[in-house]
């Protein structure tokens, strides 16, 4: 439940983060036919703030996915999942929890280029192709 609640803080701000691009579009826009001179400083000082963001997005973990399944022949609900979070490089984790009738094990691998060194199960490969798609 905390990953859920993190990815979604992590879509809110991913959020925040297009509507600032939307509003500097539009700023920009309005600039052309004003000329940069006629924007009040304070917009000026959003400008570089935005410019700021976008050099912090680089790294942001923003291509998501989550494969849910069965771990096990014998249990249903699909109960087990994968989830890849990964940067626009495709650097970042893996991460899968194997939900069994009397334990759960979590296991974290981490991605390179969109690949991993370590040998990947089916779902997690699938999360991390999802994510990349």
């Known amino acids: 439940m905390p ?3 993190a990815s979604l ?9 297009a509507i600032s691009v939307m509003v500097l579009r539009t700023l920009s826009g309005s600039r052309r036919s ?3 001179e006629a ?16 050099i912090e997005a680089r790294d ?4 998501l996915a989550v494969v849910r399944y069965d771990a096990f022949g014998d249990m249903g609900g699909h109960l087990s999942w994968s ?3 990964l940067d626009n490089g495709g650097n970042g984790v893996v ?25 990947l199960s089916p779902e997690e490969s699938e999360a991390i192709d ?4």
């Not at 803080?9 to 983060?17: K, N, P, S, T, Y």
């Not at 924007?39 to 410019?51: F, S, T, W, Y």
């Not at 999802?130 to 798609?133: E, G, I, M, V, Y």
């Open 95 to 119: 991460l899968t929890s194997i939900h069994g009738r009397s334990e759960a094990r979590t296991y974290a691998k981490t991605v390179t280029d969109w690949t991993c060194a370590q040998q």
């Open 39 to 54: 924007l009040p400083e304070d917009v000026q000082g959003l400008r570089q703030e935005v410019a700021a963001l976008r």
């Open 9 to 17: 803080a992590l879509l809110a701000a991913v959020a925040a983060l």
């Open 3 to 5: 990953i859920v609640l």
């Open 60 to 63: 942001a973990l923003r291509h």
């Open 130 to 133: 999802n994510a990349h798609a």
């Open 83 to 85: 989830m890849a979070l």
């Open 34 to 36: 004003t000329g940069e």
